[in-house]
């Protein structure tokens, strides 16, 4: 056995964030780069995060994939893009999950009743297995109760953004 499967990883906390509506501004269904709008502070808040030695994680409702308004390849590219911009601000997400699925969705494959659409708290789960998260310390930032619903039923504290400056409501809460 190699010391590294002897030694348990050191856990971090982590600070989760809904993406439309908390890092970007939500024009429904954001699905282009050109719509694509950070919210006032969220680079600053994700920044502070990385120094901070938080692990941070996105966990976004995507319907519009089963809906048919766009696909999942639009959705890898304004991720994609998301990273870059962080990346010349010296910042970064550690991982990104999305839930595709509606019990409406046009496409088969996702008109299920999945795990992971917000409320339920698939995506958060699939994240904690993942990865070594200090679970007591970390929190979810969103902007709809289906949000703060999801962290409460995947364990974790949860935090409502209301507007204004994202890094700020953090260090208001102690976060930061
Ligand atoms: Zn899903």
Redesign the pocket.
């Known amino acids: 056995m190699t010391q590294a499967n002897r030694t348990n990883p050191k856990t971090r906390p982590a600070i989760f964030f809904d993406r439309d509506g908390v890092l970007n501004q939500d024009h429904d269904y954001v699905h282009k780069i050109v719509d694509f709008h950070w919210i006032e502070g969220a680079i600053e808040a994700i920044r502070c995060c990385n120094e901070l030695d938080y692990f941070v994680f996105v966990v976004t409702?995507q319907s519009g994939v089963g809906r048919g308004y766009y696909t999942e390849q639009d959705v890898h590219i304004i991720h994609t893009y998301m990273q870059d911009e962080l990346k010349h601000h010296g910042a970064h997400i550690d991982a990104i999950r999305y839930?595709?699925?509606h019990r409406d969705a046009i496409h088969a494959e996702y008109k299920?009743e999945?795990?992971?659409?917000k409320p339920?708290p698939?995506?958060i789960k699939d994240i904690l297995s993942s990865w070594p998260v200090e679970i007591s310390k970390s929190v979810l930032v969103g902007d709809k109760p289906t949000d703060l619903e999801a962290a409460k039923r995947g364990g974790i504290r949860s935090l409502l953004y209301e507007g204004g400056d994202l890094s700020v409501l953090l260090k208001n809460n102690g976060y930061l």
């Open positions: 409702n839930c595709p699925h299920i999945c795990h992971c659409r339920k698939g995506m």
